[in-house]
Antibody, heavy 118, light 106 residues
Framework: QVQLVQSGAELKKPGASVRISCEAS????????MHWVRQTPGQGPEWMGM????????YYAQDFQGRVTMTSDTSTSTVHMELSSLTSEDTAVYYC???????????WGEGTMVTVSS | EILMTQSPATLSVSPGEGATLSCRAS??????LAWYQQKPGQAPRLLIY???TRATGIPARFSGSGSGTEFTLTISSVQSEDFAIYYC????????FGQGTKVEIK
C-alpha cells in the first residue's frame, strides 16, 4: 500500500537547523510531487513548499524562502526538508504529503514533531 | 495571496444529524478545492477534491459542493467516527488551508 514514513521527533536549540526525511513506498516515486506542510497546535495546516522528485525542482512558500531547502533522492524514494535558523515559532508537527500533479494532497506521512527550545 | 475562511469555528452535532460546513475563498478558485478530515494525533486525510469528488474509500454521507468562492462540505448523518476537525484547502494558486471547523458531539 502507498505509504510515507517520516523520521523521528527532533529537539533543537534556537538558531539550529533541522532535517526531516520522508520515505515513500507502494507507488512510483517519480510520478508524484511531494509537499511539506506544518501545523502548530490549534492552528490550520501551513504549506511550506513542494518538490518535483524528478530533477529536484522545488517551490517554496514565501514565508519560508531562504530558510527551507527540499531535496529528493530517487535511489531511495526519499525526500528531505531542511529548515534553518530555527526559533520557538518553528515548534510544530511537520508532514510530508504526496501531491497529485499541481492539485491536492492524497497521502500523508504520520508527521514529525520538531521542538525548538533552549 | 488567496485566503480561506471557514465557518463556523465549532459545530455541535448529535449523532445521526446532518452537518453543513462552509468555506469561502478570498478570490475565485474555480473548483480547485479539497476538504480534509483530521483527528487528534493524526495526519489530515483527504475527503473531497475538485470541490465535489469523494476520494477513494470516503463514505457517501460526505459530499462537497460549490465553485468560485463559496464551498460547502455536508455530512448527511454524522457518525461517531466523524467527530474531528475539517479543513478546506485551495490549490488554484499554490496551496493554502483554512483554519478549520471542529465538529463536536452535542
Amino acid at each position: 500500500q502507498v505509504q510515507l514514513v517520516q523520521s523521528g521527533a527532533e529537539l533543537k536549540k534556537p538558531g539550529a537547523s533541522v532535517r526531516i526525511s520522508c520515505e515513500a513506498s507502494g507507488y512510483t516515486f517519480t510520478r508524484y510531487y511531494m509537499h511539506w506542510v506544518r501545523q502548530t497546535p490549534g492552528q490550520g495546516p501551513e504549506w511550506m513548499g513542494m518538490i518535483n522528485p524528478v530533477g529536484g525542482t522545488a517551490y517554496y512558500a514565501q514565508d519560508f524562502q531562504g530558510r527551507v531547502t527540499m531535496t529528493s533522492d530517487t535511489s531511495t524514494s526519499t525526500v528531505h526538508m531542511e529548515l534553518s535558523s530555527l526559533t520557538s515559532e518553528d515548534t510544530a508537527v511537520y508532514y510530508c504529503a504526496r501531491g497529485v500533479d499541481w492539485l491536492y494532497m492524497d497521502v500523508w506521512g504520520e508527521g514529525t514533531m520538531v521542538t525548538v527550545s533552549s | 495571496e488567496i485566503l480561506m475562511t471557514q465557518s463556523p469555528a465549532t459545530l455541535s452535532v448529535s449523532p445521526g444529524e446532518g452537518a453543513t460546513l462552509s468555506c469561502r475563498a478570498s478570490q475565485n478558485i474555480n473548483s480547485n478545492l479539497a476538504w480534509y478530515q483530521q483527528k487528534p494525533g493524526q495526519a489530515p486525510r483527504l475527503l473531497i477534491y475538485g470541490a465535489s469528488t469523494r476520494a477513494t474509500g470516503i463514505p457517501a454521507r460526505f459530499s462537497g459542493s460549490g465553485s468560485g468562492t463559496e464551498f460547502t462540505l455536508t455530512i448527511s448523518s454524522v457518525q461517531s467516527e466523524d467527530f474531528a476537525i475539517y479543513y478546506c484547502q485551495q490549490y488554484n494558486n499554490y496551496w493554502r488551508f483554512g483554519q478549520g471547523t471542529k465538529v463536536e458531539i452535542k
